[in-house]
């Protein structure tokens, strides 16, 4: 599998050459969300803010009122919880252009309870007008800068920085409201964003080689949740249905397919994988993955639990996969 | 208009309303009558909607697909890259500032009876589709920072407006605030002019008693920005003052004013003075008295 390394650093540098209304914002962590080409390129439309983010997120509601377009680039945290009445009163109720670029989603850092956002998705899902979108490769970073600019109002971005694989080929970029389907089959249907999907692609090779028939969903658009492709997922799973997230099981991923299985009347089982109810604490992501339980062997012995067989599938099972890239189904018609 | 003129009529329009309906922001039309009518009379560059606008209904949020949304810039001429944008923080003195409009002839007047009605834009705490308003203001601090993004996009674009931002004193409790100034004065923002009511009134009482500020005109100093103290009941000290040339740094104009000027009868409601409430039919008569006996003043 290929790794990228900081892709949208290199990619915002170039896709903003020929945007003279866009503008950076930073709160001091330039270089740490790879904004830091930007600020060197194209220093006139780089606007320090310093730590102080409230301010940061009103001003942009400003600028966007004289014409701009504000990319804000800060660590996710601090947009959704330190800014949240800023985001709400001067950037989501006046539905304005201003893209917010939230860095170190869920326990993707180290760092410990007050840099990992674990709420984000649930805090911007709730604010009407917001678009809320999760990248979870490489090739997501890379067009949803793209994505984000076509839309007309505000839009939070999950991002990734630093070493991020391809998973998606680069001639399938990030379309609003779109879900990839991976894989198809009718025994159990698992749903994934971010980070999440790597594992998913990592237990199903296992799952599928024993039989197990999976549809696998990945999800980059977290609202609008609209698409009728997701209806027809939750149904092709006969067994049921799992989801995995890099945040908690309420408020984010988990509880938007809920609410789907609800207003389609599928009663089906459905088993939410992510953060159940707690904080965290700083450790690495592999290890919090599998302490929180939304990692492959996560996914294992909740499939096992739904389909009620034993497939004595193994680490080592789940390590010796490859994972390469993956088209999206051609035909999604199929499910 | 005579500034003096006109600021006396508003705080009698506001004193009348108050009257129709049993309660008002009464004190902050005291205190803010000649620092608002100063700019629209005198200091601000805005535009003059072609008759009085009677206000619209609300008709919605801002919304993809609501096509008939609109801010209430127009009652201020519209949004131009050479005029002065108007940006009202505490919109707790939205009454003042409708008053205002009536009396100035950029609304009509049924439109202050449209105040606080259901389905109405002429809201008790304006919101952005309110007469003279742009942005979402009542979360108190966020309107300055707003008003910043737009002085900056001004710098960029190389318009010549300026941004105007009127502010109450107790918005300088606030951190987000000092966040903005420093903005301000980072980025050079002299393209800015903040007037502020420093009535030394707040909600649960005297500013002094609830979070002291003093000495606000030191501190906005040492953040970068310019301060100069003026006696907020004299328009031409205001004007003074609003005006001196940009010198690269944010320019505030600390407004000193009494919350009961012109209406000393409010006095003894000290120090709860936010909203005016009769708690007696005899107390109430009182202010019809005075709104009777008011001086007829000028042409």
Known sequence: ?335 | MDVALLADRVRRAVLEHTLDNDGGYMSQACSSAELLATLYGRFMNIGMPDRPIEPRPWLGTPRHGNTEYRTGADFNGGVHDARDRFILSPTHYSLVLYALLVETGRMSPQGMKQFNRDGSSVEMIGAEHSPGMEVMTGSLGQGLAQAAGMALGRKLKGASGRVVVMMSDGEFQIGMTWESIQFMAHHHLDNMVVFVDVNGQQCDGAVDSVMRIDPIDVRIRSFGARAAVVDGHDPAAIMKAGSRAPDGRPLFVLAMTDPCRGLDLMRKNAPKLHYLRFRTPQEKAGYKAVLDAWPKRGS
């Not at chain 1, 999760?134 to 970073?141: I, N, R, S, W």
């Open chain 1, 1 to 335: 599998m290929e790794i990228v390394s900081r892709p949208h650093g290199r990619n915002l540098v170039k896709w903003a050459a020929d945007k003279p209304d866009v503008l950076v914002l930073s709160a001091d962590l330039t270089g740490s969300c790879e904004a830091d080409g930007f600020r060197d390129a194209y220093p006139r439309r780089f606007i320090s803010c310093g730590i102080a983010e409230q301010n940061m997120l009103s001003v942009a509601g400003g600028l966007c009122r004289e014409g701009f377009i504000p990319l804000v680039h800060t660590f996710a945290v601090f947009i959704c919880r330190r800014a949240f009445d800023q985001v709400a009163m001067s950037v989501a109720y006046p539905n304005l252009p201003v893209k917010m670029f939230g860095f170190l989603p869920g326990i993707t850092t180290p760092g410990g309870a007050t840099h990992q956002a674990i709420d984000d998705v649930a805090l911007m899902r709730s604010l009407p007008n917001m678009t809320v979108l999760e990248t979870g490769d490489a090739t997501e970073v890379e067009s949803v800068l793209d994505l984000a600019y076509s839309i007309d109002g505000p839009v939070y971005v999950r991002m990734l920085r630093g070493d991020v694989p391809r998973l998606f080929p680069t001639d399938e970029p990030i379309r609003a409201d779109h879900p990839r389907i991976l894989s198809l089959g009718d025994e159990v249907t698992v749903f994934s964003s971010g980070i999440c999907t790597e594992e998913v692609l990592r237990a199903s090779a296992v799952l599928k080689a024993r039989g197990v028939s999976i549809t696998h969903v990945h999800i980059s658009t977290l609202k609008p949740f609209a698409s009728g492709l997701i209806d027809q997922a939750i149904r092709a799973g006969s067994r049921g249905i799992v989801t995995v997230e890099n945040h908690l099981v309420d408020g984010g991923l988990g509880t938007a397919v809920a609410s789907r299985c609800a207003s389609t009347g599928v009663g089906r089982p459905l088993v939410r994988l992510g953060l159940q109810d707690t904080w965290s604490h700083g450790a690495g992501r592999a290890a919090l993955m599998r302490e929180h339980g939304f990692d492959a062997m996560a996914l294992v012995n909740a499939v096992q639990d739904l389909i009620g067989a034993n497939l004595s599938i193994s680490l080592a099972d789940l390590g010796a996969v490859r994972v390469e890239p993956v088209h999206s189904v051609a035909k999604a018609e199929a499910l």
